[in-house]
């Protein structure tokens, strides 16, 4: 089944969502956005949407209002908007978010898709995984219904547990990435190259990734509990006492995590 | 130029570059292990490769003996070794070891690729940057001829930078295989499989590994220094405090890491 979407943002998530429901044959009516000009980029890319200027949709024919926004901004907008009817269904795209943030809805939901998304890089939303919550059954059907559409991939994942869902995001992709980052920058103080380690980086997440869990292919001096080379590196690192905090904090957590599972 | 090898320890490393070595055109004399059994089945690898049990190579007729044992074994089985002449070169194959655990011996170097090994695990590598150091210009050409017929990428690193390599690749991998596993960990506890995060994870690492520096490609609520997220964070974490505390300090680090770049 085909929906008529409107969407409030014009932001990574909107740009590339837009994209991906019109391939999927829905029909994208209408784009909001507090900066105009990046709404009417996206509309450039759509085939028939409309930059709007006001979150009045009660003119609107669409029967999905996405919201697309910064997490802080979602109850605040959603406040403001006036849908076209008792039957529109109205969600947010939000990691972060509860439900509840869209309370007083009587068709609220969640269509979390889970990635990172960057304007300018292709991104193939098929692999993507999207986590669906909605406050009724019927609303449940539209959500599931244009997930499947544009994803292989459809969870329903409550509130609490996307809470966990995003934490563990940050753990597994932010954090991942500030040591990747952090790695370059102590390299650098060497006047080594990153480019140095990342056949090693790549081999690591390969690795890790075809595992059923990635402790079972821990490497390195913690899980061997080797003080030896841990303390050579902590004296290391003595000048820059965050990250020498840094290295011996996740050490622990190694050798914690391993005595666990 | 093509070599007679003797490979002293019968691991992960001896596994991978005795192959490569035979592949190059490279002939591996002799296998010693302290575990003869694991020095046999390397032997039935290889085309003509006799195990000894004894260090006392002084009828070899290898010309390069490599040392792939575990770091703190390296000073003691070194000192045990009687080469057959003194041109012969010594070269051991750490990270974290100095060129200086092998002094006293006229032709000694350093032979380190910079990989993680697992035995039954393809790897290819012509891939794997080497790392090389020698004592002398001699030493320093026949292991940069070794390290080039088997690799595309070979670098004079020496005993300090080869440190911080050490320390910016257990960041890199060590570290962020464990935040992985910690992010699994985190996930069961909800009930959530970490094959939902596989896709995030994986873009996250391509997106880091095309650009210059990881830092710029930093996404998440700590580098939008987003206090509301990352407390909602924190609090979720309080029946855990380890991995509170560890969230909190890779959000500094990430917060300080931006201000210094």
């Known amino acids: 089944m085909h929906y008529s979407v409107s969407l409030i943002g014009s932001g990574n998530v909107a740009w590339h969502l837009s994209q ?8 994208v009516r209408e784009i909001y956005s507090r900066t105009p000009e990046h709404a009417e980029r996206l509309a450039e890319k759509l085939y028939d949407a409309q930059v709007v200027t006001s979150l009045d949709f009660s003119e609107s024919e669409s029967t999905v209002f996405l919201l697309c926004i910064s997490d802080d901004a979602i109850g ?4 403001q908007i006036i849908l076209p009817n008792e039957d529109a269904v109205i969600c947010h795209t939000s990691g972060t ?10 068709h609220a939901g969640v269509f979390y898709p889970l990635q990172t998304f960057t304007k300018n890089r292709r991104l193939d939303l098929a692999t993507v995984p999207v986590c669906v919550e909605a406050s009724n059954e019927p609303t449940q059907q539209v959500l599931v219904g244009i997930a499947q559409s544009i994803s292989r991939t459809v969870y329903l994942v ?16 932010n954090f991942t990435n500030h040591l990747l980052a952090l790695s370059k920058h102590l390299l650098a103080q060497e ?13 690591t ?5 075809e595992v059923a869990d990635p402790a079972a292919v821990q490497t390195g001096p913690a899980i061997r509990e080797d003080y030896q080379v841990i303390h050579a590196h902590l004296d290391y690192l003595q000048h820059t006492p965050h990250w020498q905090a840094l290295y011996k ?13």
């Open 158 to 173: 409550d509130s609490q547990e996307r809470k966990m869902l995003h934490v563990s995001a940050v753990f597994a992709c």
């Open 191 to 203: 006047g080594l190259q990153f480019e140095l380690l990342k056949p090693l980086v790549r081999e």
């Open 76 to 79: 605040r907008v959603a406040d």
């Open 97 to 106: 978010q509860p439900l509840d943030v869209l309370a007083g809805r009587s």
């Open 205 to 209: 997440f390969e690795k890790a990734l």
């Open 249 to 261: 904090l996740i050490t622990d957590s190694i050798v914690l995590l391993s005595r666990r599972g």
């Open 20 to 27: 991906a429901l019109e391939k999927a044959g829905h029909q």
